[in-house]
């Protein structure tokens, strides 16, 4: 079949040529984005009981909630917090789960279950199933003091930004609610005889929203209207209230009334001190080009920013400019990659050969970039790296291609001849070694989970690319090969020839001593291993710091104000800090893929801190440890950098759960005691609930039924006079704005105040609380934490330089051994090491597959189980390198050189199928054992160094570029091909020799007469 497809020249370079202009055509159209797009498998569900204790929240929302979720199976964990008023819920979605809306379905159908067990009362019950996106820019509105007016100015932005093309959604944070405050004054109600629910019912009567109709008149019709609503504030402050005497009074005769912020305190966000409102401008995922939506989107805000002077438009993060560098720096690596590769290969190869080989990298790059278009693939930096590692390999086949048409026509053939002869030798030979590679990427493909979701596009680059690679090889390549190759009076592989014969002469000499030799150093390279750092996934290469800050659970959102802004002002004192992020109340914008986005909390703040280079955060870290455990001791702050991979809380992460309360606390204090002794953990925390002061007030009914009044009407009295009750909206502007009727006090009124407040009746007798209730201190819990509908407390804690998760793991299973935890105490592991077994456990579930895919392929090349397992010979003796290369290059052990492993398995093998191959086609020829390796070892020397040198070349900008991402996986690579390729040039003929010749000697055994 191939033969009649070279039969078709102007058929191959039509077809070649159109899919390399449908390559450079979608290079410039498609979509970009630095990082891949995770699936939204993270929901946060929201429940608002107001006045409810933790405690109350925990036993009437969160039990019959989480039983319901329990339920969903789609569902595979979930964790919930219950505090004053709230109760929050994260649910995570199972791994292998990527159409989630459905899934989400069925979660929000278990709310609606649940809510019909929670008592009346709950005034919201939501899930918010997009907070895994990240923006693509946070804007800030700024300018002014009045945090209401940012508020207007970014809903007024929102609405100028909408339309942009690529957008998908914006969303406004630390934006500022409103209420409207009617402050009833207890004197005038008790004067007046009324009492604030009566003022309230008779302002929601008078603010309805009821049609008056139409009539016609000359065939038009008139709308009818009565001022059933009010119109602003003044018309509300001059509404009659009705007395009991029949008679009337204004409103602003018995309260006072104004606009202001909602309460309690909402999120805010600071830039550098001042405060802003933010926007998080979404663009579409997938299918947006960042740069191009970023372009549009500082034209859109330049064209805008006279309108809104003299508030100011600023950018906090822009998400595009990330993009452009890091595709920039990756690309230049590509280039450089590729310039590598082509010297060598003109140096090996001589300049006619030199020249189709190297024509091979843009054409195979090109063609595979459009055919990734099409499959609506997404350029990121996983993308391009999986390009960069396949640049050496894809021209494997090439190099062997050319090599053998030039081989031939030295030998006299012609030149159409010379390529169909080469074809048809290699067509089979180079498809296996091809699939052997796709069949060691066929698990990282298969494979679910956060961390295949990460890495997934450099499987399918590398499987797009080889495949394309093989395809070129046996039709374009032969084709060009036989126009432009010419009989060669020289050979330039004298030096390589005599390499080769030297190599088949050290394993023909002492061919048992050479598999020794070889086994020796595999086994002595795995001493090594205890000298490998562990790592997950190593940190980002970001500038950038982010500071959490906790204050005691039941701190007031004012009070973490007031602190976060005093730590702000002493880092921006610093030295090479450029400018600071401030977030109260939240965790702001998921600026970052894998950031942690947490719950809503008031006693929580995030700072993020942009220093001049990346060299500055190691210092700055450092610097505030010491100042907050010197200076501010009762805050618990944690500061690291941004970090790769799949999302998780922290580095380390222990979970403790118990039946007992005290027997959990204790466990989670001695798990926390023993993390923070240990070397390497820093910034150590736990989220034990130290508890919260209330006042508890016990009403004596007897005395409280004599004056018309029970339990819920003191319940009231509380709520109103704190948070105050809703009566009414005021509906006049784009968003309803409450009327909450309260005291003047409000949040801020004291204990005496509260307790000298009064209780009213059915008849609007005004009762003193004292007279019906006592008051007394007690200690209630403020938040309450759970995992999947256990009570839970975690520790957790980051790492210093030069420490791994498994480090600090390892050291408390030492000490927990020597002082274990209280009978049925269960810990359960978090953090990088939850994430590595599951992403290793899902490799491993998928591994069998590649495996098959392996063994398949191999068996239809060679039809041989002995020639199988000297072709998986190279995997294991390319372990030699493997290890001491991290070491030496000061990489630590984690999933990228894991990846760099798998992509060696893909590799190595090939080398061993083109020098087995060869030794097989000259033993059917008739040669002996020995002169067949010899001559295969000889022939192959060249082919196997200039693939290796390529390969190693088109790495070497990754393993010297100053990601913290990739120069792992690229020095396992290089290291563990350097040794596999020397291995398999000596060992690997020397198993033959053995191997091959006694299994002949068998068959001639069988077949001689007996």
């Known amino acids: ?57 925990e036993r009437l929302v969160l039990e019959p909630l989480q039983q319901e979720i329990a339920q969903v ?87 100028a930004l909408t339309g942009l093309p690529g957008l ?102 600071y830039q550098d001190g001042e405060r802003v409102v933010a926007l998080s401008i979404h663009a579409r995922s997938n299918e947006t080009d960042a740069i191009g939506f970023g372009r549009l989107l500082r034209d859109r805000v330049e064209g805008l920013r006279a309108e809104f002077a003299p508030l100011t438009i600023q950018e906090l993060f822009f998400q595009p400019d990330q993009v452009e560098r ?60 999986g390009m960069v590692i396949s640049l050496g390999i894809l021209i494997d086949n090439a190099i062997v291609m050319i090599e053998n048409v030039q081989n031939r026509i ?53 499987m797009l690319t080889l495949s394309v690679s093989y395809l070129i090889a046996v039709s374009l390549v032969p084709l060009l090969a036989a126009w432009f190759l010419k009989p060669s009076p020289t050979r330039r592989s004298a030096w390589f020839d005599a390499l080769g014969a030297w190599l088949a002469a050290c394993s023909e000499r002492a061919p048992r001593l050479i598999i020794l030799a070889g086994l020796t150093i595999v086994l002595a390279s795995l001493y090594t291993i205890t000298m490998l750092n562990v790592q997950f996934f190593p940190n980002a290469d970001r500038p950038q710091v982010v500071v959490e800050m906790f204050l005691a659970e039941g701190t007031d959102q004012e009070r973490t104000d007031d602190v976060s802004a005093d730590l702000e002002r002493m880092i921006r004192q610093q030295d090479n800090v450029v400018s600071v992020h401030r977030f109260v109340g939240f965790t702001g914008p998921g600026f970052y893929y894998n950031l942690p986005n947490s719950t809503r909390a008031p006693n929580r703040a995030r700072l993020v801190v942009n220093l001049q280079r990346l060299s500055d955060t190691g210092p700055f870290m450092d610097w505030i440890r010491t100042y907050t455990s010197e200076s501010l001791p009762d805050l618990d702050v944690t500061a690291g950098t941004l970090a790769q991979g799949p999302p998780r809380v922290a580095p380390v992460e222990v979970r403790i759960y118990h039946t007992d309360d005290r027997t959990r606390l204790a466990a989670a204090e001695q798990v926390f005691q023993v993390v923070k002794n240990t070397p390497g953990a820093v910034d150590v925390r736990h989220d034990i609930d130290l508890g919260t002061p209330v006042l508890k007030l016990t009403v004596d009914d007897a005395t409280a039924q004599r004056y018309g009044i029970n339990r819920a009407d003191v319940a009231r009295m509380l709520f109103g006079r704190s948070l105050g009750f809703t009566a009414e909206q005021y509906r006049q502007e784009r968003d309803p704005i409450p009327i909450v009727v309260r005291s003047h006090a409000g949040l801020q009124s004291s204990a005496e105040q509260i307790l000298s407040g009064y209780v009213y009746n059915a008849r609007n007798d005004a009762i003193p609380l004292s007279l019906i209730a006592t008051v007394s201190a007690d200690w209630q819990p403020a938040a309450i934490q ?73 068996l239809m090349q ?55 191959d060869l030794i097989d086609q000259r033993l059917k020829s008739g040669m002996g054992i020995n002169e067949a390796v010899n001559e295969a070892v000889t022939r192959r020397t060249r082919p196997i160094l200039l693939t290796t040198a390529t390969t190693i070349a088109g790495l070497l900008p990754l393993a010297f570029s100053a990601s913290t991402l990739w120069p792992p996986m690229a020095w396992a690579i290089i290291s563990g091909l350097l040794a596999s390729t020397i291995q398999t040039l000596l060992v690997i003929p020397a198993v033959c020799r053995l191997a091959l010749d006694s299994r002949q000697q068998r068959l001639r055994v069988k077949q001689s007469p007996a």
């Open 326 to 385: 890091r595709l920039s720096d990756l690309m230049g690596n590509l280039l450089l990659s590729m310039l590598i590769i082509t010297v060598i290969v003109f140096l090996g190869m001589g300049l006619r050969m030199g020249i189709l080989v190297a024509s091979v990298l843009p054409v195979v790059t090109v063609i595979t970039l459009g055919i990734y278009n099409l499959g609506n693939g997404v350029l990121h930096q996983i993308a391009v790296i």
């Open 862 to 916: 060679f039809n041989s189980f002995t020639r199988v397992g000297i072709v998986l010979l190279t995997v294991p003796l390319a372990a030699a390198g493997i290890f001491p290369g991290l070491v030496l290059s000061n990489s630590p052990f984690g999933f990228q050189p894991l990846l760099g492993i798998i992509a060696l398995v893909g590799i190595v093998v090939n080398n061993a199928i083109v020098l087995l």
């Open 786 to 858: 759970h995992r999947n509908g256990q009570r839970v407390y975690s520790v957790t804690s980051g790492l210093a330089d030069g420490f791994s998760f498994s480090q600090i793991l390892a050291s408390l299973n030492t000490q927990l051994e020597e002082n274990p935890l209280p009978s049925g105490t269960r810990i359960e592991l978090g953090g990088d090491a939850e994430s590595a077994g599951e992403a290793n456990q899902a490799i491993f579930n998928t591994a069998p597959i590649g495996i098959l895919l392996l063994l398949f392929f191999l």
């Open 1 to 57: 079949m191939i033969r009649q497809i070279l039969s078709r020249p102007r058929l191959i370079v039509l077809v070649a040529s159109m899919l390399f202009i449908s390559g450079l055509a979608s290079y410039g159209s498609m979509a970009r984005q630095e990082d891949p797009t995770f699936p939204g498998r993270a929901g946060l569900v929201t429940a608002l009981y107001p006045g409810a204790t933790a405690e109350i929240m």
């Open 73 to 159: 199976e789609e569902v595979d964990d979930f964790t919930a917090v219950a505090r004053t008023g709230v109760a929050l819920v994260s649910v995570a979605l199972r791994q292998d789960i990527y159409d989630t809306a459905p899934a989400w379905e069925r979660v929000r159908q278990a709310m609606d279950r649940a809510r019909l067990e929670i008592p009346q009362g709950l005034t919201e019950l939501s899930l918010d199933d997009r907070i895994m996106g990240t923006p693509a820019a946070v804007l800030a509105v700024a300018g002014s003091a009045s945090a209401i007016e940012l508020s207007l100015a970014a809903e007024r932005l929102k609405r």
């Open 410 to 462: 030295n030998e006299g053939a012609t030149p159409s001849d010379a390529a169909g002869a080469a074809v048809s030798e290699l067509a089979g030979p180079l498809g296996s070694s091809t699939g052997t590679t796709l069949a060691a990427f066929t698990p990282l493909l298969l494979s679910t989970g956060g961390t295949a979701d990460f890495t997934r596009g450099i499987p399918v680059m590398i």
């Open 168 to 269: 998908s959604r914006i969303e406004i944070e630390g934006d500022v609610a409103q209420q409207i405050n009617i402050a009833l004054r207890d004197p005038d109600l008790a004067r007046l005889g009324l009492s604030p629910g009566t003022v309230a019912n008779q302002l929601a009567q008078r603010n309805q929203i009821l049609p008056g109709g139409f009539i016609i008149r000359d065939g038009l019709r008139i709308t009818l209207l009565a001022n059933t609503e009010f119109r602003d504030i003044d018309e509300m402050a001059a509404t009659q209230i009705s007395l009991p005497d029949g008679g009337q009074v204004p409103l602003s005769t018995l309260a006072d009334l104004w606009r202001g912020p909602l309460d309690p305190m909402q999120p805010v966000t």
